[in-house]
């Protein structure tokens, strides 16, 4: 049985890549503050503070030193005016989006390259274009994709395999959580989808590696 580690994993894109693993035959370690209502293992995480993240580290070496992807699919958004820009609001968002999975890696790093396993970051095309109003935002999600290029490079030569995903817009209340506003998503993408294609591209042979893959919605 493989087994994946999900930030996030107890509701949007991550619950759904997560139900979508566990039909698959997959064991998942959810890391989230709330417990997925799903039958998985967790360990309550607030990825915005680092002592959480220590425990979090430390529970998967003791508990699930053995495991095959991990899976940074967390994230939190920001539409913020530049003129109105919150440094609170900044900083909450780049331990999240950004200082998270780093720390989270370094910390698993040897595990991964022992298991060969994968590792996902899952981006945004708001990583690849700039949007109104969404500076820090899109910089926090910038600066992911760096960290996955940089991991491709420290990497080579593994067996180990690191994928930037980066969707669109897709059904989710990621916008409405930061801004209040339910917007009207009928055109958006269904998570659905872009968690088959994740799981598709994880259970691809390992010689091929998906470095960095963008969905946008038609």
């Known amino acids: ?44 995480t607030d990825l915005s503070k680092e ?63 022992t298991n060969e396993a994968d590792i996902v970051n899952v981006g945004s095309t708001v990583g690849f274009k700039a949007y109104e109003d969404q500076c820090a935002y899109g910089s926090s999600k910038w600066a992911l994709r760096g960290v996955t290029e940089n991991l491709q490079l420290e990497l080579k030569g ?5 994928i930037g995903f980066n969707p669109g817009g897709f059904k989710s209340k990621i916008f409405e959580k930061a801004t209040g506003i339910k917007p009207n998503l009928d055109a958006f993408m269904e998570p659905e989808h872009l968690a088959d294609l994740l799981v598709y591209i994880l259970e691809m042979p390992k010689t091929l590696e998906v470095s960095q893959i963008i969905i946008n919605r038609k």
């Not at 699919?73 to 999975?101: H, R, T, W």
């Not at 593994?158 to 690191?162: D, Q, S």
Request: hydrophobic share 40%; with cysteine.
């Open 1 to 44: 049985m493989k087994t994946a580690i999900i930030t996030g994993a107890s509701d949007g894109l991550g619950l759904k890549i997560s139900e979508k693993l566990l039909k698959n035959g997959w064991k998942i370690i959810g890391l989230s503050r709330n417990k997925p209502n799903i039958d998985i293992e967790y360990i309550k």
């Open 51 to 113: 002592s959480d993240i220590n425990n979090a580290i430390n529970e998967i070496k003791r508990r699930y030193p053995i495991f095959h992807s991990l899976i940074n699919c967390a994230g939190v958004m920001s539409v913020q005016k530049m003129k109105n820009l919150d440094y609170s609001e900044i900083n909450n968002l780049f331990k999240i989006n950004v200082l998270a999975p780093i720390k989270l890696i370094s910390g698993l790093i040897e595990n991964i390259k």
């Open 158 to 162: 593994t067996k180990c395999r690191v």
